[in-house]
């Protein structure tokens, strides 16, 4: 599926044998989703809401920090959330049905994004691949909990949903606008039709969407995180600049703004960083994403250094939800 990508977001001649194989996975998809509205496919409906932070494309969106701004709001107006996530690698597919995400994990067992949130210290964070199972396990572990949000899982129907926001990369949006292999979609574009909410992050929003800006001007030491510096103290230092990420150069063109300028390395996204990939003789500092952090930790010096970024959204989109699940 790496290989594909080069071709998501452009017409080669290579799409005369992709494009029959989306319209057959596009069926299968309509198909599906009509088989679980009507009925004839279960769905489990939770005691609590449950508030999907998901996308219709293949690679990272920005659905993770915008489900840490939507729990700090949630709690910020008296709920009490918590969130659920499939996890990534072996995470999902070795991992018990169901379990809390704890700060002492590894990446390879909870999966980055998971590890991340946790880290966050919000609230509870648990993973597993049969969802509504992960929720109920938590909802048990955790009876205090009043509303969940399920990081990624739009297209989990066996979930059922009281909201579902849907996030876009702003500067990618759909590529060729196919479905997988052809094009990036998991979904065809109509699918944002029937969500309750479009969040374009970073570029021009058009009517009934909303704005999502992914801010950070500051870098913690990964092996002294109580150490943190702002960009003007790099400035002028050999700097490089790591990530593995669904669209790595979001990071290295954040980095320019803040008047850094970094050698850049692009990694496919959920890699599994070694030391030596990392080692830079001559660098100064390096510079990494949060969801890389989490896998560097254990071989981390004092060049490594992350940059903190959290999503700037209207408080309106967290009324829209609390509107829609009621008080």
Same mark, same amino acid.
């Given at each position: 599926?790496?290989?594909?990508?080069?071709?998501?977001?452009?017409?080669?001649?290579?799409?005369?044998?992709?494009?029959?194989?989306?319209?057959?996975?596009?069926?299968?998809?309509?198909?599906?989703?009509?088989?679980?509205?009507?009925?004839?496919?279960? =769905?489990?409906?939770?005691? *609590?809401?449950? $508030? @999907? &932070?998901?996308?219709?494309? !293949?690679?990272?969106?920005?659905?993770?920090?915008?489900?840490?701004?939507?729990?700090?709001?949630?709690?910020?107006?008296?709920?009490?959330?918590?969130?659920?996530?499939?996890?990534?690698?072996?995470?999902?597919?070795?991992?018990?049905?169901?379990?809390?995400?704890?700060?002492?994990?590894?990446?390879?067992?909870?999966?980055?994004?998971?590890?991340?949130?946790?880290?966050?210290?919000?609230?509870?964070?648990?993973?597993?691949?049969?969802?509504?199972?992960?929720?109920?396990?938590?909802?048990?572990?955790?009876?205090?909990?009043?509303?969940?949000?399920?990081?990624?899982?739009?297209?989990?129907?066996?979930?059922?949903?009281?909201?579902?926001?849907?996030?876009?990369?702003?500067?990618?949006?759909?590529?060729?606008?196919?479905?997988?292999?052809?094009?990036?979609?998991?979904?065809?574009? =109509?699918?944002?039709?029937? *969500?309750?909410? $479009? @969040? &374009?992050?970073?570029?021009? !929003?058009?009517?009934?969407?909303?704005?999502?800006?992914?801010?950070?001007?500051?870098?913690?030491?990964?092996?002294?995180?109580?150490?943190?510096?702002?960009?003007?103290?790099?400035?002028?230092?050999?700097?490089?600049?790591?990530?593995?990420?669904?669209?790595?150069?979001?990071?290295?063109?954040?980095?320019?703004?803040?008047?850094?300028?970094?050698?850049?390395?692009?990694?496919?996204?959920?890699?599994?960083?070694?030391?030596?990939?990392?080692?830079?003789?001559?660098?100064?500092?390096?510079?990494?994403?949060?969801?890389?952090?989490?896998?560097?930790?254990?071989?981390?010096?004092?060049?490594?250094?992350?940059?903190?970024?959290?999503?700037?959204?209207?408080?309106?989109?967290?009324?829209?939800?609390?509107?829609?699940?009621?008080?």
């Amino acid at each position: 599926m790496q290989r594909l990508q080069h071709y998501w977001y452009r017409i080669t001649p290579l799409h005369l044998l992709l494009y029959p194989v989306s319209l057959f996975l596009r069926a299968l998809v309509a198909l599906r989703r009509t088989l679980y509205r009507r009925g004839l496919f279960t =769905s489990i409906k939770l005691p *609590v809401p449950v $508030v @999907v &932070i998901g996308n219709i494309s !293949v690679g990272g969106t920005g659905k993770t920090p915008l489900t840490l701004t939507l729990a700090q709001q949630l709690i910020d107006a008296g709920w009490h959330p918590a969130i659920i996530s499939r996890g990534y690698r072996k995470s999902a597919t070795q991992a018990p049905t169901a379990r809390e995400v704890l700060s002492g994990d590894g990446a390879d067992e909870v999966g980055d994004e998971p590890l991340l949130m946790r880290q966050r210290n919000l609230c509870p964070v648990w993973i597993g691949r049969n969802r509504p199972a992960v929720a109920l396990a938590l909802l048990q572990a955790h009876p205090e909990c009043d509303i969940l949000l399920s990081d990624d899982g739009l297209q989990h129907y066996r979930l059922q949903r009281d909201v579902e926001i849907a996030v876009v990369d702003g500067a990618r949006r759909f590529g060729n606008g196919m479905l997988i292999p052809a094009g990036p979609l998991r979904e065809p574009i =109509s699918r944002l039709a029937s *969500v309750d909410a $479009v @969040v &374009i992050n970073g570029g021009a !929003v058009k009517d009934a969407e909303w704005a999502m800006q992914l801010n950070g001007t500051r870098f913690y030491n990964l092996l002294n995180p109580t150490e943190v510096l702002s960009a003007e103290a790099f400035i002028g230092m050999q700097l490089h600049a790591c990530a593995g990420i669904g669209h790595p150069q979001r990071f290295f063109n954040h980095l320019q703004q803040l008047g850094l300028h970094c050698t850049s390395h692009a990694f496919p996204d959920h890699h599994p960083f070694q030391a030596s990939e990392l080692d830079f003789p001559r660098a100064d500092a390096l510079f990494l994403t949060e969801k890389d952090a989490v896998k560097c930790a254990a071989f981390a010096t004092e060049k490594f250094w992350v940059l903190r970024v959290d999503a700037q959204i209207s408080p309106q989109l967290v009324q829209l939800i609390i509107e829609k699940v009621g008080s």
